[in-house]
C-alpha cells in the first residue's frame, strides 16, 4: 500500500503539471476560486495522459518506459509556460513543509493499517447453512 501512495502521489503531481499546462493553453481563466482550478487541472491532467497513452498505444506497445517518456513530455511541453511556472510556485507556497508532513503521515498510517491480512469471519457464518 505504501507503494501505491507513493506512486499516486507522483501521478498527482505529474497530472496536475500537465492538466495546468492545458488549461493555460486554452486561457480558462474562468476559475474564481484556487482549489476549483485545481481539481479542474488535475482531472484534465488525466484525461490528456490518458488519451495520450490511448493513441501511442496504437504505434507502440505500452510499457513502462514509454508511459515515462510520454509523461515527461506532456510535462515538458506544459512547463514551457511561464504561467504554469507561477501557478506551481502559487501552489508551492500554499503546501507548506507541515502540511506535506501531514498529509504524507496520515497517507502512511492508512497505507499501514490497510496492509493487514484481511479475515472474512462473517462470510462463513453466513454460509453455515449452506456448508452444513
Known sequence: MIYFALVWNILIVICWVIG???LVRLDAHCFHRSPD??????WSGVVLLAITLLAVSLVLPLSP???TVVAITLCGLALTAQQVWAELATLRKKFSLPILAIVVSVELAVAALTSHQVTWIDTGLYHYGSIQ
Open 65 to 67: 518506459l514509454v508511459g
Open 20 to 22: 495546468t499546462g492545458l
Open 37 to 42: 482550478r485545481w481539481i479542474i487541472a488535475l
